[in-house]
């Protein structure tokens, strides 16, 4: 299959990263990252589908990218219409298709999480008040997949960072990002899934993953961008953005910094969402300089950090 045997449907709108793409395959039966759970985004999909020529009963399988639910809002009232089969990674499917129990855990490990990068009570609450329930059902089926499985002749290409159980789909001359690189936007690293230990780490592996691939893709949001020069972006960013981080612990007063503190050193202050993303992007980053011996993490009931060199190393590589 040949890119342009994908029909891209424009579904949701007003997330930070733009609007969703969602995928078809029609001569294969599947809906790759249906959307977020809205009327609006429902019926951009639907018509999206009987434009590429496939009757919504021939759907036949739901791909998911990531459990965050702007991507994967709609998979079960597709899977319900269309009495097709969902599918996901192993490590994201839970999240996805065990809603009710999933999301009671994630909230509990977020907070125990915000805590140890340092964040305030008061702005901790605020995050968790703006977590509301999404329209998922509590439960319904989800095939769970490891890294190289295939079905319908596409491939599992597991790509961990945005998220734990994060995929990319491969088929033919066609790659599907999800988030993994975006045309507009960095992908959050760190506050996307707190499940993570090194996220920064697992996110450049993941984006080398594809570096010799394909020279186009399918990102989760926009359309078609490049791959090797938004691998260059990303990694320029995160070099950017590590040697900043690095800079902020050597500077302030203090000799134990907290995530929380670079984080409003980098970006201000920050409330809500942005609050627990802004602390997760200096966690992951110091998290990476911690496991390259450039920073020193010292542990207890909130992770502190100091520097473990003079002066930051020029030409640092962060990718593991």
Known sequence: MSVSDAV????????????????????RGVVIDPGPPSDAAWTA?????????????????VFVTHWHIDH???????????????????????????????????????RRVLERWGLPESIRDDVL????????????????????????????????????????????????????????????????????????????????????????????????????????????HHRERAEAAFQAISTVEAAETTPWEVARQLFGEMEGIHAKFGAGEAAAHLQRLAALEIVERLEGETVRYRPAVDSYPVGLSLTP
Do not use: C, W
């Open 8 to 27: 891209r449907i424009s579904v949701g709108e007003g997330s930070p990263e733009g609007t969703n793409s969602a995928y078809v395959l029609p001569e």
């Open 129 to 236: 008040r703006g977590d509301t329930p999404s329209p998922l059902p509590d439960s319904f089926p989800v095939v769970r997949h490891e890294d190289g499985d295939t079905v319908a002749g596409i491939e599992f290409v597991h790509t961990p960072g945005h998220t734990g159980g994060h995929v990319s789909l491969r088929t033919g001359e066609a790659v599907f990002l999800g988030d993994l690189l975006l045309p507009t936007y960095t992908p959050n690293v760190g506050g996307s899934d707190t499940r993570l230990e090194d996220p920064l780490g697992k996110y450049l592996s993941s984006v080398s993953r594809l570096e010799s691939t394909r020279q186009y893709g399918n990102p989760g949001h926009g359309t078609q961008i490049a791959i090797a020069e938004a691998i260059a972006d990303v990694r320029r």
């Open 72 to 110: 994967a809002g709609l998979t079960a009232r597709l899977a319900d219409r269309a009495n097709a089969s969902v599918h996901a990674h192993h490590d994201d499917a839970p999240l996805i298709g065990e809603y009710a129990t999933a999301r009671e855990r994630r909230l509990r490990r977020d």
């Open 45 to 61: 999909l639907r018509d999206g589908i009987a434009d590429a020529d496939l009757a919504l009963e021939d759907v036949a399988h």
